[in-house]
């Protein structure tokens, strides 16, 4: 990758980091799962009244909205509302790069190298640290949630490497058509309509005025201008080159959360946050041999 389009990648990274603490206010005021589908809702009106069709198959567009939009959301809410802390998750999430990397390399039969390899089981190996210092502390099912969300992000990543698409823009805002009918459905069955209907009341005061500035950022910063970047650098460059710049996004999401939340890592958690940065940056210099690929770099 050129560095101008490295550079890129780290400023979606900061934008995504800083999008935990978003996410975090927002679930102060609004149920996890009713929260998912507000903020795809209020991009997929506009989608639908004013973005033109991104010339994509339909099939790789519900793909994205599953993958990226429902799955990753569903997982990652659920897991921040069940107490997992906003930095912490931030980290957890970038186990999508290497779900991203085995699953294009199985599935859209992309080149892999010896170093990216290496680079990625390092960053497994520091997000287990991370996975057993919080499941030791607080229980698995929130740890097990966000990883839940990292795999529908990495489902998300190979739909828009098959998309193909030169309309990143609008690619990403008919992406936010799927996800509300299914969250909003799952949101009354699971939360009832009398817990939405509260907070919809709660949020009209004064107090709330956090939770809606983080929907905004999430819905301006984190969905639009972080995903047409990222898709705009997943239409060019192999899945498994872009995917695990993603795991920078900790730096800033554990440095935010420590400043603005308090929310201080323990000593295991910051070495297992090490170890998936030093994974990055190896899997990402250069060298190495090509490990054995059937088709090349996959399709572009």
Do not use: C
């Not at 599953?66 to 659920?78: H, I, S, V």
């Not at 290497?98 to 599935?107: I, K, Q, R, Y």
């Amino acid at each position: 990758m050129p560095v101008r389009h490295m550079l890129l990648a780290v400023v979606v990274a900061v934008l995504w980091g800083l999008n935990f603490i978003a996410i975090h206010f927002s679930l102060e005021h609004f149920p996890p799962l009713f929260l998912v589908a507000l903020r795809f809702v209020v991009l997929a009106v506009p989608a639908l009244l004013f973005v033109p069709w991104p010339g994509v198959k339909v099939r790789y567009l519900i793909g994205y909205g599953l993958g990226f939009g429902t799955l990753q959301f569903f997982g990652l809410f659920l897991g921040m509302a069940a107490g997992f802390p906003a930095g912490l998750a931030s980290l957890v999430l970038q186990a999508s790069a290497p779900f991203t990397v085995l699953m294009g390399a199985l599935l859209l039969r992309e080149q892999l190298t010896g170093r990216r390899v290496a680079g990625v089981a390092l960053a497994v190996v520091g997000l287990g640290v991370v996975g057993i210092s919080r499941g030791s502390a607080d229980g698995w099912m929130p740890f097990f949630l966000v990883v839940l969300g990292a795999f529908g992000w990495a489902l998300g990543n190979l739909a828009t490497r098959q998309a193909q698409t030169d309309k990143p823009v609008a690619l990403v805002m008919w992406m936010t058509v799927v996800p509300p009918l299914p969250m909003l459905a799952l949101s009354l069955m699971v939360e009832g309509p009398e817990r939405i209907g509260d907070a919809l009341v709660a949020s009209l005061s004064v107090e709330a005025l956090p939770g809606w500035l983080g929907l905004v950022y999430i819905v301006v910063m984190g969905t639009l201008v972080g995903s047409v970047i990222w898709v705009w650098l997943m239409r060019r460059h192999p899945a498994g080159a872009v995917a695990p710049f993603s795991m920078l996004v900790p730096i800033f999401g554990v440095l935010a959360a420590w400043a603005v939340l308090n929310q201080v890592p323990t000593w295991l958690e910051l070495a297992g946050g090490v170890l998936v940065i030093a994974g990055v940056l190896w899997s990402n210099s250069r060298g190495g041999r090509a490990l054995k690929s059937p088709g090349g770099a996959g399709a572009r």
